[in-house]
T-cell receptor, first 111, second 117 residues
Framework: EAQVTQNPRYLITVTGKKLTVTCSQN?????MSWYRQDPGLGLRQIYY???????DKGDVPEGYKVSRKEKRNFPLILESPSPNQTSLYFC??????????FGPGTRLTVT | AQTVTQSQPEMSVQEAETVTLSCTYD???????LFWYKQPPSRQMILVIR??????QNATENRFSVNFQKAAKSFSLKISDSQLGDTAMYFC??????????????FGGGTRVLVKP
């Protein structure tokens, strides 16, 4: 089954404690992205990757890091989380110009 | 930069009736896609319909259809014969067809649709 998986689905953490949200896809897609969803703002792109070792900033990259060492995985790293990073996070993957497949979302709360 | 605006934060509709969600966008691009996504309470992002900007014919998917007005930069979604399962947040999204853009989706703020029995 074609899918994008994210872990964890829910996470509550404290300010400054480093965390990683994993994302994996099984469709051999070139493109992967991270989005955050906040009320009234829709989804906004954080980072994207067009292939292994190729990543670039989206619209709201501050406070986040990513890596793409393998084609299937695209982890999102928050090295020092802050309360303003409390949000719903989505990973997505696609072929060039193709339909995007979204993961189930990760609800992050930073206290 | 592209912007997408959904002017209706919330809408309600009676079961079996029709509801239309509005979306406007701003871009200088000529080649792009437009999308409507549905987000039910499960939070899953579900693709409802896609429109290629070069196609004049409006896309349809079963009870869902769009009215794409390229010159006006308008992309509304019509839900016919509304069902209780249509209750969800609906997002309009834009994607320009430039490889370097990384398939980035630009989303509107969303419209919450409540279908009443």
């Amino acid at each position: 089954e074609a899918q994008v998986t994210q872990n964890p689905r829910y996470l509550i953490t404290v300010t400054g404690k480093k965390l990683t949200v994993t994302c994996s896809q099984n469709m051999n897609h070139e493109y992967m992205s991270w989005y955050r969803q906040d009320p009234g703002l829709g989804l906004r792109q954080i980072y994207y990757s067009m292939n292994v070792e190729v990543t670039d900033k989206g619209d709201v990259p501050e406070g986040y890091k990513v890596s793409r060492k393998e084609k299937r995985n695209f982890p999102l790293i928050l090295e020092s989380p802050s309360p303003n990073q409390t949000s719903l996070y989505f990973c997505a993957s696609s072929l060039s110009g193709g339909r995007q497949y979204f993961g189930p979302g990760t609800r992050l709360t930073v206290t | 930069a592209q912007t997408v605006t959904q002017s209706q934060p919330e809408m309600s509709v009676q079961e079996a009736e029709t509801v239309t969600l509005s979306c406007t966008y701003d871009t200088s691009e000529s080649n792009y896609y437009l999308f409507w996504y549905k987000q039910p309470p499960s939070r899953q992002m579900i693709l409802v319909i896609r429109q290629e900007a070069y196609k004049q014919q409006n896309a349809t998917e079963n009870r869902f259809s769009v009215n794409f007005q390229k010159a006006a930069k308008s992309f509304s979604l019509k839900i016919s014969d509304s069902q209780l399962g249509d209750t969800a947040m609906y997002f309009c999204a834009f994607m320009k067809l430039v490889k370097a853009a990384g398939n980035k989706l630009t989303f509107g703020g969303g419209t919450r649709v409540l279908v009443k029995p």
